[in-house]
């Protein structure tokens, strides 16, 4: 359930039509009352996304994903509720005010709101010594080796920590933070971790600060060491925090957004600074994880935006193992993956500066498929000219060709693999490792969306009438609906519609509804308010609710039927129970014939 009072919901919802916005991402096209696209949610060739600006629904016939516009923000933007329903507010120009929360929730949602407080002043501080203190002078002369100037340190807010022991822990003190919440934003470190109330100190000190975003929020940092000879880390990261997942945050995601899903390809650069010099000479379809390699939460967020990879790391054994490491993450999202070899000795950033952008757009066009790369390295090296290398050649590709989840593209991948190394399909086969079990439940987890919820027909026709009948819904709510429903079995989401303040003629009030469901729920329903509604609703939510009963009264009858016969009951017990089976044998012959032809 969100934070957001029911009323904002609303007024966010109206105030974002679904066609604007899900058309913003990418291309729709109109299909009689509906609009049409290929579904961003799974793979497909026909397409089967669906949105309805009649009833401002989305649904994908394909997975089963459906819902509200903040639905689709949700699922497409990898975000939890709130933050999808403030980006529609922003969009739309709406305030939000959230409702009161638990004591242990404000607690959280007031740390996390201090952290990202503190994380701005701290951009802001390390921002001001870089462009204003002497002291930052090795800084800005780094930075300028590299090509970055002060417009471009300025859009990326890019800084300096003071080599100092305690300048953040003074700033933050003097700005009012307190010590627990300096501690918590991983700003300063505890000389001894096992006492969380003892000393700390600043844990970046002397480097090129690196803002990491998430949304329009910094969440933390990155810190680069400006001495050459330097004993310490080249980079120093944030540590995991409540705002920070490392594997979870891809850089620069913040700016490139757009142009990846323009793109519907990412370029995947190993450090920062390539990723800004890249995106500051016009190729702006750029990303950098925090590390090397690819973790499976970020290939996910990727997958959102992309349906291709370009691996651009350094032109060395450290950047083949990169690619390689980041294989499974990508593959498991049927992502295609290919391959830009740079120059030796080449960077992307030293690259585009040395040679301009248009030398690095055809590296990046003539970037091979990740396999034909494997294959061109393996086949560099002088015993895969032997059959033993060739063997080994064919076991290392195998090896990765498994990774690969979607059976088609597997084929499809092997055929070729096949012919390059001159071996038998049969042969290869053999070689394949089988998925997990884990493997495939998880691929048919991400191709299926959520747990689909299946209703039986009668079930469904009472959700349809009490979405869209306001007779039918009044009449259904004048009976005893919570009593009948409560062991019925897949009833829990009709218990939720009837028990919630829809009104029948107000689709935003459905909407405000959906925002209470889990994922598998909204799909339910945006699949039924897509559907008519029967000719005569009256009628059927009669049938429809006689029918449950019979089916109430009829279990009830079979759950007394088999204590009857268990051994050694009281008399007394049985005849009670005899007499309870006759009375609902006279109450199911009581229960009047349906009013319209059977369904």
């Not at 379809?285 to 990879?309: M, Y």
């Not at 190394?421 to 086969?429: I, M, N, P, R, T």
């Not at 079930?459 to 007779?471: F, N, P, S, V």
Request: glycine residues 4%.
């Amino acid at each position: 359930m969100s934070l957001i009072p029911p009323e904002i919901i609303e007024q966010i919802i109206a105030a974002n039509d679904i066609v604007e916005v899900i058309g913003a991402y990418f291309p729709l096209k109109r299909s009689g009352p509906v609009y049409k696209a290929l579904c961003p949610f799974h793979q497909e060739r026909t397409p089967s996304f669906s949105v309805n600006p009649q009833r401002q629904i989305f649904k994908c016939f394909g997975c089963g994903a459906g819902g509200s516009v903040i639905r689709f923000v949700m699922n497409y933007e990898n975000l939890d509720f709130v933050a999808a329903a403030k980006k529609l507010a922003e969009r739309a120009g709406i305030e939000i005010v959230q409702a009161e929360l638990s004591a242990e929730d404000e607690a959280r949602y007031s740390m996390s709101r201090r952290l990202k407080a503190l994380h701005a002043e701290a951009t802001e501080f390390f921002h001001w010594h870089l462009m204003k203190k002497p002291s930052a002078q090795i800084a800005r002369d780094y930075l300028k080796s590299r090509g970055v100037g002060g417009e471009i340190a300025k859009s990326w807010k890019l800084g300096y920590a003071p080599d100092e022991w305690d300048a953040m822990r003074d700033f933050a003190q003097t700005n009012h933070f307190s010590e627990e919440e300096l501690v918590a934003s991983g700003l300063v470190k505890l000389r001894d971790e096992e006492n969380p109330h003892g000393e700390f100190y600043d844990r970046f000190r002397a480097r090129v600060m690196f803002p990491i975003y998430k949304e329009d929020d910094v969440i933390a940092f990155s810190g680069r060491v400006l001495e050459a000879d330097a004993k310490a880390a080249k980079y120093v990261n944030s540590p995991e925090t409540m705002l920070f997942t490392k594997g979870a945050v891809l850089f620069g995601l913040n700016k490139s957004k757009r142009a990846l899903i323009e793109a519907k390809s990412a370029i995947v650069c190993e450090g920062q600074l390539d990723l800004i010099t890249a995106f500051e000479n016009g190729v702006q379809n750029v990303i950098a994880p925090q590390g090397t390699a690819f973790t499976d939460k970020q290939a996910r967020i990727l997958k959102r935006f992309v349906d291709e990879v370009v691996l651009c790391f350094d032109a060395d054994i450290a950047g083949e193992k990169a690619a390689e490491r980041s294989l499974a993450s990508l593959l498991a999202e049927n992502l295609m993956v290919r391959v830009a070899e740079m120059p030796q000795g080449e960077d992307p950033d030293s690259m585009i500066r040395g040679k301009g952008a248009e030398a690095f757009r055809e590296r990046i066009t003539a970037a091979k498929d990740f396999f034909d790369f494997q294959i061109d390295r393996l086949a560099s090296k002088p015993e895969f000219a032997t059959p033993r290398g060739k063997m080994q050649a064919a076991r290392k590709t195998a090896e990765s060709i498994s990774l690969i989840r979607d059976a088609v593209l597997r084929e499809t991948v092997m055929h070729r693999v096949t012919q390059r190394l001159e071996v038998s399909a049969q042969e290869f086969v053999k070689l394949l490792k089988a998925p997990t079990t884990k493997a495939l439940e998880e691929t048919a987890s991400s191709e299926t969306g959520p747990e689909p919820i299946v209703l039986d027909e009668r079930l469904r026709l009472l959700t349809l009438l009490a979405l869209k009948d306001a007779g039918a819904r009044e009449w259904l709510l004048a009976e005893a609906w919570d009593t009948m429903l409560q062991d019925q079995p897949d009833a829990e989401l009709l218990v939720k519609i009837l028990g919630s303040d829809i009104r029948p003629d107000d689709d935003t009030s459905i909407h405000v509804f959906l925002s209470t469901l889990n994922a598998a729920e909204e799909s339910v329903i945006s699949g039924v308010l897509g559907e008519p509604l029967p000719p005569q609703p009256m009628l059927t939510v009669h049938d429809c609710w006689r029918d449950l009963e019979c089916r109430r009264v009829r279990r009830r009858m079979e759950t007394i039927q088999a204590r009857v016969r268990t051994p050694d009951l009281a008399l007394e017990e049985v005849a009670k129970m005899q007499k309870e089976i006759i009375d609902l044998q006279k109450r199911l012959s009581d229960i009047s014939r349906p009013l319209s032809p059977p369904l």
